[in-house]
């Protein structure tokens, strides 16, 4: 079993009630929610590497003070499909 199994349920779950969410919304989310948290490269990987989640896109904006390109999760087709069925 992987290391990061809960934050990747986690994930899910939040995926499926928000819809879309960029990296930033997620790191803030995992880390509001568990206490030993999550780093951002860990986010970054579980987003990745993870059939569940497709990137939709990227968002260019303001976070933690400066102009960053963050990408925007949401979940996959194949993950879609199974929540309807």
């Known amino acids: 079993m992987s290391r990061t199994s809960r934050l990747r349920e986690e994930v899910k779950t939040f995926l499926e009630n928000q819809g879309s969410a960029n990296t930033v919304e997620i790191f803030d989310h995992l880390n509001d929610r568990f206490r030993w948290g999550a780093t951002m490269n860990q986010v970054g ?9 497709s990137k939709i896109g990227q968002v260019r904006g303001p976070f933690r003070g400066s102009v960053y390109t963050v990408c925007v999760w949401g979940l996959s087709q194949r993950e879609l499909q ?3 069925a």
């Open 82 to 84: 199974t929540q309807s």
């Open 45 to 53: 990987n579980i987003m990745s590497k993870d059939n569940r989640f």
